[in-house]
């Protein structure tokens, strides 16, 4: 049972570099989300998602994009990266379309903006 | 804004010993609140979910309670073990069931 699976792992931008961070899981979770974690700040929400085709802005949702077109998959978009955006980012996942359920949480993706 | 914070940022006990970590939170119109470990370089696990109607909720050497009107929560490790070494975060899920809102989080070291 695989659970969430991010991807990459790791990954190095330049600044106004654009690309996607993948996230799926095989659990046919509805709720679906992005966080962004910085030291010291703990975890910030970015966006998330209740189910296909619907997606709700976060904390901290700016210079992000996301969309919904399956229950297994949630991609987060950086259009331009900018060092601001240098973090290591989950993606978790819960049953029923709801935050208020056990979350599970993928490995991570560390991202750097040069 | 809800806003969590966690006290002390970081721990470090003998083994064997019993220890508190706190989190308190600003806005009281809660879910529920859970408790998350996260070993270096990994995601985060769930351990604890408790109810805004709970006081307290149980797992193995684990304990949280929830005084949901003064805006506190504590985990509670019993006879620490080394393997028990690792960060500890709180999330308080909002009334309306949609968003989580952590912590900074307790980096706790039990030493051998």
């Known amino acids: 049972n695989a659970g969430v699976t991010q991807t990459p792992k790791f990954q190095v931008l330049k600044t106004g570099q654009s690309m996607t961070l993948q996230c799926a899981q095989d659990?046919?979770?509805?709720?679906m989300s992005w966080y962004r974690q910085d030291p010291g700040m703990g975890l910030r929400l970015i966006h998330y998602?209740?189910?296909?085709?619907?997606?709700d802005q976060g904390e901290v949702p700016n210079g992000y994009n996301v969309s919904r077109s399956t229950t297994e998959d949630f991609p987060l978009r950086l259009l331009s990266a900018a060092p601001s955006q240098t973090s290591v980012y989950f993606c978790?996942?819960?049953?029923?379309?709801?935050?208020?359920?056990?979350?599970?949480f993928g490995a991570g993706t560390r991202l750097s903006v040069l | 804004k809800q806003e969590v914070t966690q006290i002390p940022a970081a721990l470090s006990v003998p083994e064997g010993e019993n220890l508190v970590l706190n989190c308190s939170f600003t806005?009281?119109?809660?879910?529920?609140l859970q408790w998350f470990r996260q070993d270096p370089g990994k995601g985060l696990t769930s351990l604890l979910l408790?109810?805004?109607?709970?006081r307290e909720q149980t797992s193995g050497r684990l304990n949280a309670s929830l005084d949901k009107s003064s805006g506190r929560s504590t985990l509670y490790i019993a006879a620490s073990q080394p393997g028990d070494s690792a960060t500890y975060l709180c999330?308080?899920?909002?009334?309306?069931?949609?968003?989580?809102?952590f912590g900074g989080g307790t980096r706790l070291m039990v030493k051998p």
């Open positions: 978790a996942s819960s049953y029923q379309g709801r935050a208020k359920n056990i979350q599970y």
């Open positions: 659990m046919n979770h509805e709720y």
């Open positions: 998602s209740v189910g296909a085709g619907i997606t």
């Open positions: 806005d009281s119109a809660i879910y529920n």
């Open positions: 408790i109810q805004s109607s709970q």
């Open positions: 999330a308080v899920c909002n009334n309306a069931g949609n968003m989580l809102t």
